[in-house]
């Protein structure tokens, strides 16, 4: 712009009649401003809206996000050790958005199966418990839950809080069109809501001592999944899993939980579960440990690569095993 500005003053100079250059130059400069303006306004808006929607993906396993809501997301990915087995397992429940649904509460600071709970309606009768009254109607606490009558039917609410953040959890649920609405008690949020099956499981199967960890796990089946539901933390409370683990920086969970021996879990997102596990030998720490190098191997694949895949095709009832 400095060199342009000389080059005009010169050529003016040797004019006549003289033109009035320092007005020109003026409105130029004034052009050039706004121009420039424009521009880091146009640059700063999307940097925006690319750090804003990275925030919102992001957030959820900590509390405080927005809540994450079942099928908003395009496809489900899988999780597989190597190379794309020859054929997965796709797992696929058609009714599970009309069985029961779920809301998974968290403190802030809560991860999966730990410093949360799981509001799950409806849910079969009143437990063994102590008597406890939840707005006014006579429910059942005990064994780290809490059971009312509502709308007709009965909740649940379990987790590993206090019994008297599980009550206020409670308190504050209603429900319509048949699922449950919390409103989170301060410092803590609801980061998903879903249903309690999961409509679709991406399940891969190897051998474990094809993949080098039969000393560990024994010479049966290692597998790995990925599913969106929150049944799974519901049962993660419900079998006491044992929490401490790793992957890749994710806080994960050892447990029971989807069949076999046991499987080691962390997600994704909130309400978004990935898995390892295997069928073999009992449960041990050096399972645990094998289970925990064998995550470490897994990659994800997008659901169009999955899809491509030479997969079987299962129409079940996804219950938790």
Request: glycine share 16%.
């Amino acid at each position: 712009m400095n060199d342009l500005v000389e080059a005009l003053r010169a050529q003016a100079a040797s004019s006549r009649p003289r033109p009035d250059l320092e007005d020109a130059l003026r409105r130029a400069r004034a052009r050039h401003q706004r121009a420039v303006g424009f521009r880091v306004l146009a640059v700063t808006i999307v940097v925006v809206l690319v750090v804003g929607t990275g925030i919102v993906l992001a957030q959820g396993g900590g509390g405080g996000g927005r809540t994450v809501v079942a099928g908003e997301p395009h496809g489900l990915p899988a999780l597989i050790i190597g190379p794309p087995p020859g054929r997965g397992l796709d797992r696929r429940d058609p009714g599970a958005g009309q069985g029961p649904w779920t809301a998974v509460v968290r403190r802030a600071g809560g991860v999966l199966g730990s410093g949360g709970a799981v509001v799950t309606f409806p849910v079969a009768g009143l437990p063994s418990g102590r008597d406890v009254v939840v707005s006014g109607r006579p429910g059942r606490a005990g064994d780290r839950q809490v059971v009312w009558p509502i709308a007709g039917a009965y909740a649940r609410v379990r987790g590993d809080l206090p019994e008297a953040e599980l009550l206020a959890i409670a308190q504050r649920t209603s429900i319509s069109a048949g699922r449950p609405v919390v409103r989170a008690p301060t410092g803590a949020s609801v980061v998903f809501a879903g249903p309690y099956r999961a409509p679709d499981v991406h399940e891969a199967r190897y051998g474990s001592a094809a993949l080098g960890e039969g000393a560990s796990l024994g010479n049966g089946l290692a597998y790995t999944g990925v599913l969106s539901a929150g049944g799974f933390e519901d049962q993660l409370y419900a079998r006491h899993a044992r929490g401490g683990y790793r992957v890749d920086g994710h806080p994960a969970v050892l447990s029971s939980v989807q069949g076999g021996n046991a499987t080691l879990a962390w997600e994704l997102s909130p309400g978004v579960v990935v898995y390892v596990g295997y069928s073999g030998s009992s449960v041990s720490d050096a399972a645990a440990r094998a289970l925990t190098r064998l995550a470490e191997r897994a990659r994800l694949i997008g659901p169009a690569a999955w899809q491509a895949a030479n997969n079987q095709v299962v129409v079940q009832t996804n219950d938790f095993r």
